[in-house]
């Protein structure tokens, strides 16, 4: 019987924001209709916390490209303040990705690099968690599952330096090294 190899890498990295706009909705993007790619699990009108792949040719690290990828997609600057965990998804393609995703809040600036073709808009928490899961893009219920429990333990009391050291120690040590933290 042939044994069959444990990938020890990811075939690609991302990063993934969560973030209010200043009436405390999470600020979402929509897939536009001309990006229809089921190979990879994304379809014209899906809506998504931004993310998007770190550049690792560039030596990227997870939260520059968290803040990038926010920028491309939603116009808006954003400072990363926290992680909110490691994520992986497989997608239709059998393309295995690690996802880095973060807290962040926004600078009151207009994102001043390359922009992407998307609609950006707050939606109401309650608007969110009503989303049938075949609207929302993979990872984006978990991810902010994850944040809400996050910013329960920062709201008593735990220091962020606790949440960088509690969230680095559950994710593989190969993710770490785009941390730079």
Not at 112 to 119: A, C, F, I, P, R
């Amino acid at each position: 019987m042939e044994r069959r190899q444990i990938p020890t890498d990811y075939d690609l990295w991302g990063s993934a924001v969560v973030c209010l706009d200043q009436f405390h909705r999470l600020i979402v993007v929509v897939e536009p209709d001309d990006r229809d790619r089921p190979q990879i699990g994304k379809f014209a009108g899906m809506i998504s916390i931004p993310m998007g792949a770190i550049d690792i040719d560039k030596r990227e690290t997870a939260p520059q490209a968290a803040a990038r990828e926010f920028g491309e997609e939603t116009g808006q600057e954003v400072r990363i303040l926290y992680p909110i965990g490691f994520f992986e998804i497989v997608e239709p393609n059998g393309q295995r990705c690690g996802v880095w995703a973060f807290y962040g809040e926004l600078t009151g600036k207009p994102y001043l690099g390359e922009l992407e073709d998307m609609k950006c808009y707050g939606l109401a928490e309650k608007e969110f968690l009503r989303l049938d899961p075949f609207t929302l893009r993979p990872l984006a219920r978990e991810i902010y599952a994850c944040w809400k429990w996050i910013k329960l333990a920062i709201d008593s009391g735990k220091p962020i330096q606790w949440v960088w050291d509690m969230v680095k120690s559950y994710a593989p040590a190969i993710a770490k090294r785009l941390l730079n933290q």
